[in-house]
């Protein structure tokens, strides 16, 4: 089986940053949505996306965008990846992806089997669904894990990954549940809302390479 990569999100400083490349993370995650403790402005998200060495993918994070600040957010940052994390429609994804080189993933409040059927409108439109659990307050960053057993021997038509309250203690058993490909964590691995914790970074990946 291939290794599991590990998207560590909502970084907002260098030292977070180089903390989630050093322990092995094949992703990073920048967030920029105001209402989140994670947001960084695109200034600072350029900069922190430009001490990415290549072999680590960047994905921004952005929420009910509309079209010209989203082109005006990916111009500012260049990320590998963009991921959609509110009400964005299989429509507008099929277009960014036809209109840009962006990776486009789609985040999914997965809800019971039902959502598992509806999130079938994004496939062919977008490169990957990253399930999460329902919204709350916020979109996502609510440190929630989702009903697991939805996804166990699910057969996937589009390509996926595992979000919603991971850490360091919960992911092995998440993967062994539900055969992630990817997982996405960030409040999980936080001393305080939007405060990452170094040592909970590498703990992480440690967990996930030793799943
Ligand atoms: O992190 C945030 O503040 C955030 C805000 C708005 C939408 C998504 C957000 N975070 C993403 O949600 C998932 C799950 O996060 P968690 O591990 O449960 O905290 C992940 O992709 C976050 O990057």
């Given at each position: 089986m291939p290794d599991t990569m590990i998207k560590i999100c909502g970084l907002k400083t260098p030292e977070a940053v180089d903390a989630a490349v050093d322990a092995g993370a094949t992703h990073i995650g920048l967030v920029h949505f105001e209402?989140?403790?994670r947001h960084v402005s695109l200034s600072d998200a350029a900069k922190l996306r430009r001490?990415?060495?290549?072999s680590v993918k960047v994905v921004l994070l952005l929420v009910n965008m509309q079209p010209a600040p989203t082109g005006e957010a990916l111009d500012a940052v260049q990320p590998d990846v963009v991921q959609f994390h509110g009400n964005e429609t299989p429509e507008w994804l099929a277009l960014v992806k036809e209109k840009t080189r962006y990776e486009v993933w789609k985040a999914w409040g997965l809800m019971n089997a039902q959502s598992l059927e509806n999130v079938l409108a994004y496939e062919g439109k977008v490169d990957r669904v990253l399930y999460d659990a329902p919204a709350k307050k916020?979109?996502?960053?609510?440190g929630v894990p989702l009903d697991w057993s939805l996804l166990r021997e699910y057969h996937h038509r589009i390509a996926w990954g595992l979000a919603g309250g991971l850490t360091p203690d919960n992911v092995v058993d998440a993967i062994r549940a539900t055969g992630a490909p990817l997982v996405d964590a960030s409040s999980?691995?936080?001393?305080?809302?939007g405060v990452k914790d170094i040592d909970r970074i590498a703990a992480f990946c440690r967990a996930v390479r030793e799943a």
């Open positions: 209402p989140s403790p001490r990415v060495p290549d916020l979109p996502g960053g609510n999980g691995l936080e001393s305080a809302p």
